[in-house]
């Protein structure tokens, strides 16, 4: 029936809706561990769900993960929205959901970090998010 179709067309509308895009890796670049180093990146659409994969992940050079330092502790801000997260020391990707939509400029400050056993580089190997593109 032209009803069941309607339906059809309009469940499918929805799960295209979602989707993730990827965020560069990110080696904080300067002396020390990066305490104070922010990612910026824009979100166009708006996301209330950001993947995080922290520290970095090789599966040739498994080594490199608890080599370099891992972030810990870190301050997500978007307009007058700031929460402080804490990532596990986990190569495991990790999803955090916000009560809000992030929208914009989203910015990323390291505040503490796991150490790493031989350098002090920090990295995040990749910060996604849901992409809630807008209703047509």
């Known amino acids: 029936s032209l009803e069941s179709v309607g339906r059809r067309r309009e469940m499918r509308k929805r799960e295209n809706r ?3 895009l990827k965020i560069n ?14 990612q910026t990146v824009n979100v166009p659409f708006g996301s209330d769900t950001f993947l995080f994969l922290n520290g970095f992940i090789d599966s040739g050079r498994p080594d490199l993960y608890l080599k370099n330092s891992r972030i810990k502790d870190l301050i997500v801000r978007n307009g007058a929205f700031q929460k402080t997260i804490t990532l596990k020391d986990s190569p495991e990707p990790q999803i955090i959901q916000f009560a809000c ?7 990323f400050e390291i505040k ?8 002090e580089d920090t990295v995040m190997s990749g910060i996604l998010y ?5 209703e047509r």
């Open 112 to 119: 503490s970090v796991y150490k790493g056993t031989k350098y």
């Open 18 to 20: 979602r989707y993730y």
């Open 25 to 38: 890796p990110w080696v904080e670049g300067v002396s020390g561990d990066g305490i104070g180093e922010v």
């Open 101 to 107: 939509l992030l929208e914009g400029e989203v910015s």
């Open 130 to 134: 849901l992409r809630i593109p807008p």
